[in-house]
């Protein structure tokens, strides 16, 4: 959903809409499919821009970073504040532009923005680094890729990674400091 800024009326413009976001990289470069997208607020024109105060719901599916179980995450923003710009090629959009280094700021392209993209970047800032299905997951075996949480396997376990073992030379003697 495009959304013009150069047409929205000092009075604002109320917006709810159901959004289609294409699957976004996660973590280990894994499709991640987002689910039942919506964006609602209102867009009130500012000094810098459109000031867009609204919220965001989605549903985001996983890769456990453990074991690549699928996890469901939930995306629930209702306070969110951004300050809409043009993108660079419009006039006057240079001023905006040097305001964009504020985090509360997002560049559109041409005379608006797309609500997926706001809403896609928003996704992305929710989502965590490492997503684990669970806190105690054990995740897969080195050696044999067995669930360690469903299956037990008779792999030993690795003392020392054999490229990180020169560097045991450095260690101290047990005895002393």
């Not at 024109?45 to 074991?67: T, Y």
Request: hydrophobic share 40%.
């Amino acid at each position: 959903m495009f959304l013009d800024l150069k047409k929205i009326e000092r009075d604002g413009v109320a917006i709810d809409a159901p959004l289609e976001i294409a699957p976004l990289h996660g973590p280990g470069d894994l499709p991640a499919p987002v689910r039942d997208a919506r964006i609602w607020g209102t867009a009130v024109p500012e000094g810098r821009g459109v000031e867009f105060r609204g919220g965001l719901r989605a549903r985001v599916e996983l890769a456990c970073s453990r074991c690549l179980r699928p996890v469901e995450l939930p995306i629930a923003l209702d306070d969110l504040y951004l300050v809409l710009v043009p993108g660079v090629d419009e006039p006057g959009a240079a001023a905006a532009q040097d305001a964009a280094q504020d985090a509360a700021v997002f560049v559109g392209r041409g005379t608006g923005v797309d609500l997926v993209d706001v809403a896609t970047e928003q996704i992305y800032l929710q989502l965590p680094l490492k997503p684990v299905c669970r806190e105690d997951c054990k995740g897969l075996c080195a050696t044999c890729g067995a669930d360690r949480n469903t299956e037990t396997c008779d792999c030993a376990e690795q003392g020392v990674d054999p490229r990180l073992a020169p560097l045991l030379q450095f260690r101290r003697p047990s005895g002393g400091v």
